[in-house]
């Protein structure tokens, strides 16, 4: 540290001395106004005083209005990773929801001081918290990765996440994960099972948030208690007991107990602003993201969350390094859609497809021949879409429809993007809001505006195995995935197993009203934009294997997924 400027009040060099305001003399410290010797004045000072260790703390915080502006995390949170990733020894717990702080053994080393800088960007008020230390640091452990399944860490632009690995340490911080599951490991004891695409932030040994996905949570008998945050919500459970929390892109939050019982506190905010309730083994609930929402009953389902993860092991029939380039990469970039010549019956069997122009793409996995053979038609009054497909695990999507349709695709199926925008023709133009996330870039309103196009959308077509159901799912835009379940009486789909076991045939017409497009569908001449996606799922239905890509624009850049761009999504020529 520098050594204060000549004309320093005297007094702010003395950092000991009696009947100092501590929080003044941070602030000073700060402002680079004490020496060493004061600084280790102040650091010993603290070290005995509590109270006045608290005071510092809710100081540089509160008076700053940090509790608005950090993350949803929370305040608890955010001093509790400054301590210990800092160096320190402070542990916090809770008592009645509010947060206590024990110890804190170095000061200089790492805690006590954010600065927080307010700048202005746009008329937007922009939050950064700059921690000042003064020595090294060392990091605690809280985890490790004891189990996966088919996990694939995210990508985003330039950047590439450490991978998921077995044994894997994991400190104060976020994890995420696209896809498959992970089990995380606590040092006290309780297990986390993660399945993707979700986020979780460590905070401590008996305290996590979840950002966003699904996470099932285990405390053994040997711990008291685990706490598992979201935006708005508070879950607490005893030992020996077992709940799963989800958390959608709305920041929705369901709650289901399978053992035991949780105490879930609702509201906005970190921890919950309502008295908890009690939520016993069989029962579920959900939270709405709004003010002064308690929480509300919720069909208890059995099978709806992954609960455990069988290891990846060398030797398994599935391969564990999902989303391979081989199968990302597409090979055809345009698929003739021809008009119908007649009333087709919608039965699986597509005798009435194979002389139609179509596509095909093979490509061999561990076990079987993986491959798709794909067309589309089209008349005045509907779509029409008919694929043969390899798949060594056929048929057996488990994911609940009617309570997570916005993960079904997880479980295997077709998936089509899909473009009416007749004015707009090819190449389509709309970016969703991941694009920009992942690039960490500003979305301009005009981009945003493109988004809400709803003659841009996504259909997805699966068999759910439980109800041995034939499903249609909708995104109507791409500013959201946000897939409404379609009725049954507003299309015509049937999936067929072939007759090998290794494989199965779809077929459906949906109607352009359906869509949303019958005022002006498709008509012959047409270049409109069209993206197919197979996906594969592992032998329980609820985790997502892989993926094979087709129908794609090759002059764009292969590391732009088809949900973040329409430009990806290729060339659908009607004749």
């Known amino acids: ?96 929801g509010a947060p206590w702080i024990h110890g804190l053994s170095r000061f200089a080393a790492g805690l006590i001081v954010a600065a927080v800088l307010v700048s202005f960007v746009a008329g937007e008020a922009t939050w950064q918290m700059v921690r000042a230390s003064g020595g090294g640091s060392a990091r605690a452990a809280l985890a490790e990765i004891s189990r996966t399944r088919l996990a694939v860490a995210p990508v985003s632009a330039g950047a590439t996440a450490a991978p998921l690995s077995r044994g894997r340490v994991l400190y104060r911080g976020r994890l995420a994960i696209a896809s498959g599951a992970v089990e995380l490991a606590f040092l006290d004891g309780p297990l986390v099972i993660l399945e993707g695409p979700a986020e979780i932030e460590l905070v401590a040994p008996d305290r996590a948030f979840l950002h966003r996905g699904v996470a099932v949570v285990r405390p053994p008998l040997s711990a008291e208690e685990f706490e598992l945050e979201t935006a708005t919500s508070r879950v607490v459970g005893g030992r020996g007991g077992e709940f799963a929390v989800k958390v959608d892109a709305m920041l929705t939050t369901d709650v289901q107990v399978y053992r035991g019982e949780a105490l879930v506190s609702a509201g906005l905010g970190p921890g919950g602003g309502q008295y908890p309730s009690r939520v016993s083994a069989g029962e579920a609930v959900r939270i709405w993201p709004r003010p002064h929402a308690g929480p509300e009953p919720l069909e208890f389902s059995e099978r709806r969350f992954t609960r455990r993860v069988p290891d990846d092991a060398p030797g398994t029939s599935l391969k564990t390094a999902a989303v391979r380039p081989e199968n990302t990469a597409a090979r ?39 491959w798709v053979e794909g067309w589309m038609m089209y008349d005045d009054q509907r779509l029409y879409v008919a694929a043969r497909v390899g798949d060594p695990l056929p048929l057996r999507n488990s994911i609940d429809p009617d309570l997570d349709a916005g993960l079904v695709w997880q479980g295997g199926g077709l998936q089509i993007f899909l473009s009416g925008d007749r004015a707009g023709g090819w190449p389509a133009d709309a970016n969703g809001p991941s694009y920009y996330e992942n690039r960490e870039l500003p979305a301009p309103l005009a981009e945003r505006v493109k988004a809400e196009n709803p003659r841009l959308m996504t259909l997805i077509m699966t068999h759910h195995a439980p109800s041995r159901s034939d499903r249609l799912f909708l995104g109507r835009t791409v500013a959201g995935y946000r897939p409404e379940t379609i009725a049954p009486d507003a299309y015509e789909g049937r999936f067929r197993p072939t007759a090998d076991g290794r494989g199965y045939m779809l077929e459906y017409a949906i109607p352009w009203a359906t869509l949303g497009l019958a005022d002006d569908p498709p008509r012959s001449g047409d270049d409109l934009a069209a993206a197919w996606q197979l996906h594969y799922s592992d032998e329980t239905g609820r985790l997502w294997r892989d993926q094979i890509v087709e129908i794609r624009n090759p002059a764009e850049p292969g590391g732009i997924f088809l949900f973040e761009r329409a430009a990806t999504w290729g060339r659908a020529e009607y004749r």
């Open 332 to 370: 055809h970039a345009s698929l003739m859609v021809r008009r119908a010549r007649g009333p087709m019956t919608i039965d699986g069997v597509l005798d009435e497809w194979p002389a139609v122009p179509g596509f095909g793409r093979t490509r061999r996995g561990t076990a079987a021949a993986e």
């Open 1 to 96: 540290m520098s050594d204060p400027p000549g004309d320093l009040d005297p007094g702010l060099r003395d950092a000991g001395r009696d009947g100092d305001d501590p929080v003044r003399l941070v602030s000073a410290w700060l402002d680079g106004e004490i020496d060493a010797a004061g600084v280790a004045a102040l650091e010993a000072r603290l070290a005995g005083d509590p109270a006045e260790r608290r005071a510092v703390i809710d100081a540089v915080f509160l008076d700053a209005q940090l509790a608005e502006a950090l993350s949803a995390a929370g305040m608890v949170g955010m001093i509790d990773t400054l301590a210990l990733e800092a160096g320190g020894t402070a542990a916090v717990g809770r008592s009645r």
